[in-house]
């Protein structure tokens, strides 16, 4: 069946750098955008960044614009997150999601988090 | 301060019928599809309606979504004690170039 999983998150310093990854199964992947979300303690999601099905398309959120950056390796059915300047409000659970044809997150992982403390 | 504004709470007896509403404006909900998350506590968001107002498989018919103008809103009918959840609805922005969601809906079932 479909599966998402998210790893790769931690404690990291202020200013530090981290990267996150997905692995994906159960459907084929490189077919779909996919997505990151995350969602901070006591927040609702806060939607970070797409990629599309061959990566040459990317949207970012302004707060993540520069500092995060998406990306994915069809071969190995994984999408990443290469997070640097790292701040204490990116403390967050993060979720990879597979897009539907119109923006809509269809499948979710069950998330990895990342804490940002000195 | 999020783009697409929700009530904080709703709630209701088991069997009743609970509406959320979503507001947005024209760059969002107006010229966009809506979808609609559920989130208990402890999980990730499930989707529960796309396309303002589609199941995916599994989905019981008890949830309706639908959409007017520059609002959208969920229904929930026949209220049992497992939707009591976190209800999110998302639209792409066409002005901020990506996907914005509401802060939340907290379902109470008394």
């Known amino acids: 069946q479909l599966q998402l999983v998210e790893s790769g998150g931690g404690l990291v310093k202020p200013g530090g750098s981290l990267r996150l990854s997905c692995a994906a199964s159960?459907?084929?992947?490189?077919?779909?955008?996919m997505s990151w979300i995350r969602q901070a303690p006591g927040k609702g999601p806060e939607w970070l960044s797409y990629?599309?099905?061959?990566?040459?398309?990317?949207y970012y959120a302004d707060s993540v614009r520069g500092r995060f950056t998406i990306s994915r390796d069809n071969a190995k059915n994984s999408l990443y997150l290469q997070m640097s300047n790292l701040r204490a409000e990116d403390t967050a659970v993060y979720f990879c999601?597979?897009?539907?044809?119109?923006?809509?997150?269809?499948?979710w992982g069950q998330g990895t988090l990342v804490t940002v403390s000195s | 301060q999020s783009v697409l504004t929700q009530p904080p709470s709703a709630s209701g007896t088991p069997g009743q019928r609970v509406t959320i509403s979503c507001s947005g404006s024209?760059?969002?909900?107006?010229?966009?599809?809506v979808s609609w998350y559920q989130q208990l506590p402890g999980t990730a968001p499930k989707l529960l309606i796309y396309?303002?107002?589609q199941r995916p498989s599994g989905v019981p018919d008890r949830f309706s979504g639908s959409k007017s103008g520059t609002s959208a809103s969920l229904a929930i009918s026949g209220l049992r004690s497992e939707d009591e959840a976190d209800y999110y609805c998302?639209?792409?922005?066409?002005?901020?170039?990506?996907?914005?969601f509401g802060a939340g809906t907290k379902v109470t079932v008394l």
């Open positions: 998302a639209a792409w922005d066409v002005k901020l170039s990506g996907h914005v």
């Open positions: 159960g459907f084929t992947f490189s077919d779909y955008y």
């Open positions: 999601a597979r897009a539907g044809s119109t923006w809509e997150l269809d499948n």
């Open positions: 024209n760059s969002n909900i107006g010229g966009n599809f």
């Open positions: 990629i599309s099905s061959g990566g040459s398309t990317i």
């Open positions: 396309r303002n107002n």
